[in-house]
């Protein structure tokens, strides 16, 4: 008997060892058509490579790929309260902005509906990370500089976390882009998790 409890106590402080760092966490990823897998299926989605993976890496987090293709910042904005009832995340990562720049919406419209996006979730003690967007230069040197500074200047001010904008170092390889040259392809979605992959770590880890 008194081996057996020695033996027990063993196991459950070699348990206690390799316990989940994380413990168990819900992360969303809210964006819209990089992060949902245009042209592709969502399981062939860097999200989708990311889920698999971390069900052997990672098991303790739950990933959440709630992107739409096509979506807004108030679109998002919009669906928003549905997203936090049915996941109840411990964390969200923001991907948008990116539609509302190609369609010429006002850095104003454009920044004030993320924030209302950080506001509602820090409301809901839900950690926040947020991408970098950037768009075509042809709109305009002026306003694809105020579109880009919206992303450094909101998350200094909300105290989330800032994430460098994944495409950029994807678009610099045409045979990972589709043929509308907006959108990475399927042979670029592993490097997108890979790119991925810390950001998001270190946002379920954040205090």
């Known amino acids: 008997m008194k081996n057996f409890l020695i033996k027990f106590g063993f196991i459950v402080a070699l348990l206690v060892l390799i316990r989940p760092v994380y413990g168990n966490v819900s992360l969303v990823v809210l964006g819209d058509s990089l992060s949902a897998g245009y042209g592709m299926s969502q399981q062939q989605s860097w999200v989708g490579v990311l889920q698999q993976r971390w069900r052997q890496t990672h098991p303790s987090i739950e990933l959440i790929n709630a992107s739409i293709s096509g979506d807004t910042t108030q679109g998002a904005l919009n669906r928003l309260d549905g997203i936090i009832k049915t996941h109840q995340p411990d964390a969200v990562f923001v991907e948008l902005g990116g539609n509302d720049g190609l369609r010429g919406f006002t850095p104003i419209t454009i920044r004030a509906n993320l924030l209302q996006i950080i506001n509602r979730l820090q409301d809901e ?77 270190e946002l379920v880890r954040r205090k």
């Open 125 to 201: 003690n839900i950690k926040v990370a947020v991408s970098q967007i950037r768009i075509p230069p042809n709109y305009g040197r002026r306003y694809s500089d105020m579109f880009a500074d919206i992303f450094p200047d909101l998350t200094t001010s909300t105290d989330t976390l800032l994430v460098p904008f994944f495409m950029e170092q994807i678009a610099l390889s045409p045979e990972l882009m589709q043929n509308d040259g907006i959108h990475p392809n399927e042979d670029a979605q592993d490097d997108i998790a890979d790119i991925m992959e810390p950001h998001l770590l």
